[in-house]
């Protein structure tokens, strides 16, 4: 069964940090793309972050470019998501997706359509 597993949310007082993980079971996610999306309370699914396959490229949404970092060990089929300086508006369900890599080239990139496999999501708190 191919699956994806975040953890690591948690309450956090503003200007803390968590880091979130996301675990694949059933395939190697060396072959993906992966991206960090968010979903607030009445808000839409929104784009956070995403990394290529061999760590080497990454993106982030202006709203979190300078306090998040996403980074992989392919070795340990696991993806990380480093948030720093979080703000009250930061506060989400944190869901990691899988994009195959084959299908990356000009896919857009903070579009969840575009995304194979998801993780159920983890939630984040942030909160004086």
């Known amino acids: 069964q191919l699956q994806l597993v975040e953890s690591g949310g948690g309450l956090v007082q503003p200007g803390g940090s968590l880091r979130l993980s996301c675990a694949a079971s059933g395939f190697t996610l060396d072959s993906y793309v992966i991206g960090w999306f968010r979903q607030a309370p009445g808000k839409e699914r929104e784009g956070v972050s995403c990394?290529?396959?061999?760590?080497?490229?990454?993106n982030y949404a202006y709203s979190v470019k300078g306090r998040f970092t996403s980074s992989r060990d392919n070795a340990k089929n696991t993806v990380y998501l480093q948030m720093n300086s979080l703000k009250v508006e930061d506060t989400a369900v944190y869901y990691c997706a899988a994009l195959l890599d084959s299908l990356a080239k000009g896919a857009r990139i903070y579009d969840v359509y575009e995304y194979n496999y998801w993780g159920q999501g983890t939630q984040v708190t942030v909160s004086p």
């Open positions: 990394i290529s396959s061999s760590g080497g490229s990454t």
